[in-house]
């Protein structure tokens, strides 16, 4: 008699193991995780903010909500590690603290962003602020680079004071701080000096981060050799890798239309070559030779700010749109706003779908149509293929559902208790 009562209760436990509970199962979604190399039609479960597992045929009998994905993608939630979310009411603070900058949940999630790096908007002297007005109120997870500017982006002239670059004290903060702050910015810098680059290499190595580079514009310009080659370290990122302004050099040779040799020197190196959109720091003469001679991005990030969101750019969305336009596949366009990213600020628990891992997840709709693209110069490239956000889910949450693909859409208990 004893032992039958020891067989039921095998059964039993058999039976809930068969038939555990999982908070979500997104059902029939072709599945891109370039960490893991799936590329398939599968399954995803998600229970207590994490991914269970990545499989075919997932039992969805005891889900909470179903989602049906069939026809679309679903991918890591994107990370942007260019954007500036520093927003605030002062008039002439520009990018910190003021209007230039834009709130994260006014466009993350509504383009599959679940992680946004904000790029140097704020510096040692305003990162607190930013912390307790942004970082710590936002459903988005916000990073941040430091700027070498004690001040941040307060404006122009804030940003060409070298006195208040401070390698030292950058440092001290970036190391306090260091589950927010992932590298530092040096950024629109119009000088013939090194001190920016200089006095973020020293903060960066004191903190063990990567430096972004937005190399600004001098006259003459300043060589982007000298700074490949002489200057960055291996994983230090170059944004507005594009970009084609007449204060700056640009990775692509205008007379042969082909990338410098020691561009690519640099990259063996291990310089990361970021997109950062921006308003003006994406021209296709220099990104169009560039895709042609297989030369990509290894991100793709917006520098969404509140000029750059209505003009060219719109979202991240269109930038991995437009690089597939340029011959980029999917599986490079997600792997270069998933893994890649999150590799350059050295946060590989972001990014992926493995077991066990924080359930960011984008579910995109790649559209068939005719649709344009556009950069600031006016050239536009026509393109077949549009990427759109159907559903983001932030640590296991639902947060963004176009067309109410969750059954239920939403769950009972959570209306009741807001
Ligand atoms: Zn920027």
């Not at 140097?120 to 997870?141: N, Y």
């Not at 050295?346 to 990014?351: S, V």
Request: with cysteine.
């Amino acid at each position: 008699m004893k032992r039958n009562y020891f067989l039921l209760y095998i059964l039993c436990a058999v039976h809930f193991v068969q038939a555990q509970q999982y908070a979500i199962v997104i059902k029939g979604g072709h599945v891109i995780d370039p960490k893991n190399n799936i590329d398939g039609v599968m399954d995803v479960a998600v229970s207590d903010g994490r991914v269970v597992s990545v499989a075919k045929n997932i039992d969805t009998a005891q889900a909470i909500q179903v989602v049906d994905a069939k026809g679309l993608y679903v991918v890591p939630g994107l990370i942007d590690i260019h954007t500036h979310v520093f927003f605030g009411l002062e008039p002439d603070h520009s990018y910190s603290n003021g209007p230039e900058a834009v709130r994260p949940e006014g466009f993350s999630f509504r383009s599959g962003v679940t992680t946004v790096v904000d790029a140097g908007s704020s510096g040692w002297r305003s990162f607190p602020l930013f912390k307790r007005q942004v970082i710590d109120v936002s459903q988005t997870r916000v990073l941040a680079f430091l700027n070498i500017v004690g001040e941040g982006m307060r404006g122009w002239a804030y940003e060409q004071d070298t006195r208040d670059m401070d390698a030292k004290l950058t440092a001290i903060i970036a190391r306090q701080y260091k589950d927010f702050i992932v590298g530092i910015k040096v950024a629109h810098f119009s000088g013939n000096e090194w001190t920016p680059v200089e006095e973020a290499l020293k903060a960066g190595n004191t903190a063990n981060i990567p430096v972004m580079i937005d190399f600004g514009g001098s006259n003459p310009p300043l060589s982007i050799e000298e700074l490949f080659m002489k200057r960055l370290r291996p994983g230090d990122i170059f944004t507005h890798c594009f970009g084609q302004l007449h204060d700056r050099e640009s990775i692509v040779d205008t007379l042969t239309n082909t990338v410098k040799p020691f561009v690519w020197d640099a990259r063996k190196k291990g310089i990361a070559f970021d997109i950062g959109f921006g308003e003006i720091s994406f021209a296709y003469s220099q990104a169009m030779p560039a895709f042609k001679g297989g030369f990509r991005p290894n991100s793709i990030s917006t520098d969404i700010h509140a000029r750059s969101i209505n003009t060219a750019m719109k979202d991240i969305l269109n930038v991995m749109s437009r690089c597939l336009a340029m011959g980029m596949d999917m599986q490079a366009v997600v792997k270069a706003a998933t893994w890649n990213p999150a590799g350059e600020i050295k946060h590989q628990e972001l990014g992926h779908l493995s077991a066990g891992a924080i359930a960011d997840i984008a579910i995109l709709n790649l559209r068939n149509g005719k649709f344009g693209f556009f950069d600031y110069k006016g050239y536009k490239m026509e393109g077949s293929q549009r990427l759109e956000c159907e559903m983001t889910i932030k640590g296991g949450k639902i947060v963004y559902d176009l067309n109410g693909i969750a059954n239920p859409v939403i769950i009972k208990t959570v209306v009741q208790k807001q």
